[in-house]
C-alpha cells in the first residue's frame, strides 16, 4: 500500500512540475559585465571651454556592450556610441558644461 501512494505521489508530482513548466517559460539570465576605465576630458577654446567622455574596455562580456557617459550638471547626456571592442578608446561628443559635469560608463545587455 505504501508503495502505491509512494507511485501516485511520484507521477502527480512529475505531472505537476510539469505543467509548471509548460507555463512559466525560462528566461535567460544576463551576464552583464564589463573592465573599463572612463576619463574626461578638456579642451579650452575661445567662449565656453569643451568636454567629453572617453571609455577604455579591456573586456566586455559576449553578452554585453558598453559606452562612454558625460554626465552634464544641469544639462541632458552625451554618450559614445555603444560597442563590444575592447582596447580602443571610445569618446562622446565635445559639448560645454555650463554648471559642471563628470564622466562615466554604461554597460547593458545586448
Not at 509512494?6 to 510539469?18: D, E, H, R
Request: aromatic share 12%; hydrophobic share 40%; charged share 15%.
Amino acid at each position: 500500500m505504501k508503495q502505491k501512494i509512494a507511485a501516485v505521489t511520484l507521477a502527480v508530482t512529475g505531472a505537476l512540475s510539469t505543467a509548471i513548466a509548460t507555463v512559466m517559460p525560462v528566461t535567460p539570465a544576463y551576464a552583464v559585465a564589463a573592465d573599463c576605465d572612463h576619463a574626461r576630458e578638456h579642451r579650452s577654446v575661445a567662449g565656453p571651454d569643451l568636454y567629453r567622455a572617453g571609455a577604455y574596455c579591456r573586456s566586455v562580456a559576449r553578452d554585453s556592450k558598453a559606452r562612454a557617459w558625460l554626465i552634464r550638471n544641469g544639462g541632458p547626456d552625451y554618450y559614445s556610441v555603444w560597442f563590444t571592442g575592447t582596447y580602443i578608446w571610445r569618446y562622446s561628443s565635445w559639448v560645454t558644461c555650463y554648471a559642471g559635469c563628470s564622466s562615466s560608463y554604461q554597460v547593458a545587455p545586448i
